[in-house]
């Protein structure tokens, strides 16, 4: 069962941080530079980075079970479970706060696209704040798999 856990570990990782970097590296700009729609390409990537967000809670909560199930009273001395934890936050505060911002603002903005609104500057500054944390993630969740074998340990 040890070894089932573990393997499940790294592929947790994997999916988590792999998926990251796809949608927002590869997906998203493949969207915005192959569909002439840039408001439908934005639609698409949404859902997409909402799909890697959820599948990056489950796998937070795996990988914290799982860590704190296997250092017991030493995990506040893992490193490996402070960058899940970090990650997990920041990707919680993107997913119940700066995405449903964001989605009400183009709600307000409503018959006109978000971008030809006096909400503009509002969606852009969230946008950017978005993009900085995204980036943030996915520079941890490289350090994640880098160190992965300590959270074994």
């Given at each position: 069962m040890r070894?089932?856990?573990?393997?499940?570990?790294?592929?947790?990782i994997t999916l988590?941080?792999?998926?990251?970097?796809?949608?927002?590296?590869?997906?998203?700009?493949?969207l915005f530079a192959s569909l002439g729609d840039r408001q439908l390409a934005g639609m698409v990537a949404g859902k997409l980075f909402a799909w890697v967000g959820w599948v990056g809670l489950g796998s937070a909560a795996y990988l914290?079970?799982?860590?704190?199930?296997?250092r017991g009273g030493q995990i506040f001395k893992s490193a490996v479970f402070w960058l899940v934890l970090l990650m997990a936050l920041m990707?919680?505060?993107?997913?119940?706060?700066?995405?449903?911002?964001?989605?009400?603002?183009?709600?307000?903005?409503?018959?006109r696209e978000v971008m030809e609104s006096?909400?503009?500057?509002?969606?852009?500054?969230?946008?950017?704040?978005s993009s900085i944390l995204y980036l943030v993630q996915s520079l941890l969740g490289l350090w994640l798999v880098v160190w992965a074998n300590r959270g074994l340990k």
């Open positions: 070894k089932l856990s573990e393997a499940l570990y790294f592929t947790t988590w941080v792999g998926g990251m970097w796809a949608i927002g590296y590869l997906a998203a700009p493949v914290l079970i799982f860590l704190i199930a296997r990707l919680a505060a993107s997913q119940f706060g700066i995405q449903p911002l964001m989605a009400q603002l183009k709600a307000d903005a409503l018959p006096v909400l503009r500057d509002r969606f852009a500054a969230w946008h950017g704040i």
